[in-house]
């Protein structure tokens, strides 16, 4: 098996993440509303308050969320831009995005570049990233994946989240087939054609 084969079958396919689906969020909800019910009755009302408490946070964080697609697809802030993308100055992304994805992307998505995120101010922009992408200082994201993505914003929907990260780590590896993948369902969303050049072996 080759290296390259290898890479393929034992990582995970690369998906934009869609958000959580209505079922589950409509069971975030319900499940923990019943659960405080039933503790309130058994336990009394303490132990029905801290268990209303704890899962408040899911609920909140949820609304959260909702609310901040509420306020950019409202807010003169993004004017007619889809979404964000969020970049950095790592060479082994940024030649290439500023290559074939900033010429076309641009005019659909508000870009905000992590490596300057010191003189960030709280945007629109930022405020999406930090709640979809990153986290409430910057940081780590799921799995070092805060950058670069893509959030592409679908009404009052969920947004379609695209994290880059391991497609070009996976491509500078001589792997770029999931970053392809990726890359090309994300202009197929905004109604573009894909870039259409090819990637030597081993660099996206």
């Given at each position: 098996?080759?290296?390259?084969?290898?890479?393929?079958?034992?990582?995970?396919?690369?998906?934009?993440?869609?958000?959580?689906?209505?079922?589950?969020?409509?069971?975030?909800?319900?499940?923990?509303?019943?659960?405080a019910?039933?503790?309130?009755?058994?336990?009394?009302?303490?132990?029905?308050?801290?268990?209303?408490?704890?899962?408040?946070?899911?609920?909140?964080?949820?609304?959260r969320?909702?609310?901040?697609?509420?306020?950019?697809?409202?807010?003169?802030?993004?004017?007619?831009?889809?979404?964000?993308?969020?970049?950095?100055?790592?060479?082994?992304?940024?030649?290439?995005?500023?290559?074939?994805?900033?010429?076309?992307?641009?005019?659909?998505?508000?870009?905000i570049?992590?490596?300057?995120?010191?003189?960030?101010?709280?945007?629109?922009?930022?405020?999406?990233?930090?709640?979809?992408?990153?986290?409430?200082?910057?940081?780590?994201?799921?799995?070092?994946?805060?950058?670069?993505?893509?959030?592409?914003?679908?009404?009052?929907?969920?947004?379609?989240?695209?994290r880059?990260?391991?497609?070009?780590?996976?491509?500078?590896?001589?792997?770029?087939?999931?970053?392809?993948?990726l890359?090309?369902?994300?202009?197929?969303?905004?109604?573009?054609?894909?870039p259409?050049?090819?990637?030597?072996?081993?660099?996206?």
């Amino acid at each position: 098996m080759t290296r390259r084969n290898f890479l393929r079958r034992t990582t995970p396919p690369l998906e934009p993440d869609a958000g959580i689906p209505a079922a589950v969020a409509a069971a975030l909800v319900l499940v923990p509303l019943a659960t405080a019910v039933l503790a309130w009755w058994l336990v009394g009302a303490g132990g029905g308050l801290c268990v209303l408490l704890v899962a408040a946070l899911p609920i909140a964080h949820w609304v959260r969320g909702r609310s901040l697609v509420f306020l950019a697809r409202t807010s003169p802030a993004l004017g007619s831009k889809r979404g964000v993308l969020v970049l950095s100055d790592s060479p082994v992304w940024r030649p290439y995005i500023e290559r074939e994805w900033l010429p076309r992307l641009s005019a659909h998505l508000a870009v905000i570049n992590w490596s300057e995120r010191a003189a960030w101010e709280e945007t629109v922009p930022v405020r999406l990233w930090r709640h979809f992408c990153g986290h409430a200082k910057g940081g780590s994201g799921f799995h070092r994946e805060f950058n670069p993505a893509v959030i592409l914003l679908r009404g009052l929907r969920a947004p379609l989240v695209y994290r880059f990260y391991l497609g070009f780590r996976r491509a500078q590896r001589g792997d770029p087939e999931g970053l392809a993948r990726l890359e090309e369902h994300l202009f197929r969303e905004l109604g573009l054609a894909p870039p259409s050049a090819a990637r030597p072996r081993g660099t996206p």
